[in-house]
């Protein structure tokens, strides 16, 4: 059901299919971490030219380190500081083609060129982001954005 193979190669119809096979991995399951950890490894197998895929969730406005796919990651982030801190801070997705020229960057990875963070805001709260890197530069797009920002609409009720 999940094998990348199942995928059309149109980067839209791709990441319906991925919204839908989400909400199948999420329907009539309420534990956060079962839900958080099968979402990342669901982005991470669809995903191409990523090296990290995973969340950080809210603690007293401190990002904390939750279920993901790859590297051992930063454990704390603060809110405002680096990609995923000021993604927190701002309520606005993140989509950074160069993370070296990011002001405050924490390289958690020597190896992500690029970066994309989608907030989780629920009932105007932070609860989290949605963090994924690229070895790549420039690897993510608009289209990444809007369909990224629907999956985490999707994950939202569930965590």
């Avoid at 059901?1 to 119809?13: A, D, H, I, L």
């Avoid at 801190?85 to 993140?94: C, H, I, L, P």
Wanted: glycine share 6%.
């Amino acid at each position: 059901m999940f094998n990348v193979e199942n995928y059309s190669g149109s980067k839209e119809k791709d990441y319906e299919l991925l919204i839908k096979q989400l909400k199948a991995l999420l329907e009539g399951e309420t534990n956060q971490v079962a839900n958080l950890a099968n979402a990342s490894a669901l982005l991470n197998q669809f995903l191409t030219e990523t090296n990290w895929v995973g969340f950080y969730l809210n603690d007293q406005n401190e990002l904390v380190l939750g279920p993901f796919q790859g590297l051992p990651a930063c454990v704390r982030i603060p809110f405002g500081r680096g990609v995923c801190g000021t993604a927190a801070q701002t309520q606005k997705t993140q989509l950074v083609a160069d993370v070296h020229q990011f002001p405050g960057h924490i390289a958690c990875d020597a190896a992500s060129r690029s970066e994309i963070v989608v907030p989780m805001v629920k009932e105007g709260n932070v609860i989290g982001v949605l963090d994924i890197d690229s070895p790549i530069t420039d690897r993510f797009d608009e289209i990444d954005k809007k369909y990224l920002e629907l999956f985490v609409e999707e994950l939202l009720p569930f965590i």
